[in-house]
T-cell receptor, first 113, second 114 residues
Framework: EAQVTQNPRYLITVTGKKLTVTCSQNMNHEYMSWYRQDPGLGLRQIYYSMNVEVTDKGDVPEGYKVSRKEKRNFPLILESPSPNQTSLYFC???FGRGHTEAFFGQGTRLTVV | DQQVKQNSPSLSVQEGRISILNCDYTNSMFDYFLWYKKYPAEGPTFLISISSIKDKNEDGRFTVFLNKSAKHLSLHIVPSQPGDSAVYFCAVPIPSGGYQKVTFGTGTKLQVIP
């Protein structure tokens, strides 16, 4: 089954404690992205990756890091989480670039206290 | 500055009637537009897309219309069904230094009343 898998689904952490949210896709997609969803703000792209070792900033990259060492995996790293990073996060992948249909993961609900 | 705007946060429609969701964009150079649907506790799912070389694209009950002169697109759902109740996002891929970002609107929550 074609899917994008994120882990964990829920996470509560404390300010400053480094964390990683994993994302994996089994469709051999080149393009992968991370988004955050906040009330009234819709989905905002954090980082995206065009292919292995090729990443670039989206609209809200501050406070986040990503890596793309393998085609299937695109982890999101918060080196020093802060309460304003409390949000619902989605990973997505697509075959082509942004103009092609994206498949989204189930989401990760992160709370930073 | 928002490049893609959905000005209606919510919409209620009776079952069987037409739902019209709107999206405005700022840059006439945008050449592709997508709609996604999102249910609570799930990730968004792709619904329909349209290229700027067209003014209409249809897929079953869903039709997207593009008015390039007005920089406006709309999603029509006919007939609306209770299962269509969800949040709908329009999205635009935006060239960025040889790559391509994707910008989403803020979403419209559709409620279809049985």
């Amino acid at each position: 089954e074609a899917q994008v898998t994120q882990n964990p689904r829920y996470l509560i952490t404390v300010t400053g404690k480094k964390l990683t949210v994993t994302c994996s896709q089994n469709m051999n997609h080149e393009y992968m992205s991370w988004y955050r969803q906040d009330p009234g703000l819709g989905l905002r792209q954090i980082y995206y990756s065009m292919n292995v070792e090729v990443t670039d900033k989206g609209d809200v990259p501050e406070g986040y890091k990503v890596s793309r060492k393998e085609k299937r995996n695109f982890p999101l790293i918060l080196e020093s989480p802060s309460p304003n990073q409390t949000s619902l996060y989605f990973c997505a992948s697509s075959f082509g670039r942004g103009h092609t249909e994206a498949f989204f993961g189930q989401g990760t609900r992160l709370t930073v206290v | 500055d928002q490049q893609v705007k959905q000005n209606s946060p919510s919409l209620s429609v009776q079952e069987g009637r037409i739902s019209i969701l709107n999206c405005d964009y700022t840059n006439s150079m945008f050449d592709y537009f997508l709609w996604y649907k999102k249910y609570p506790a799930e990730g968004p799912t792709f619904l329909i897309s349209i290229s700027s070389i067209k003014d209409k694209n249809e897929d079953g009950r869903f039709t997207v219309f593009l008015n390039k002169s007005a920089k406006h697109l709309s999603l029509h759902i006919v007939p609306s069904q209770p299962g269509d109740s969800a949040v709908y996002f329009c999205a635009v891929p935006i060239p960025s230094g040889g790559y391509q970002k994707v910008t989403f609107g803020t979403g419209t929550k559709l409620q279809v009343i049985p």
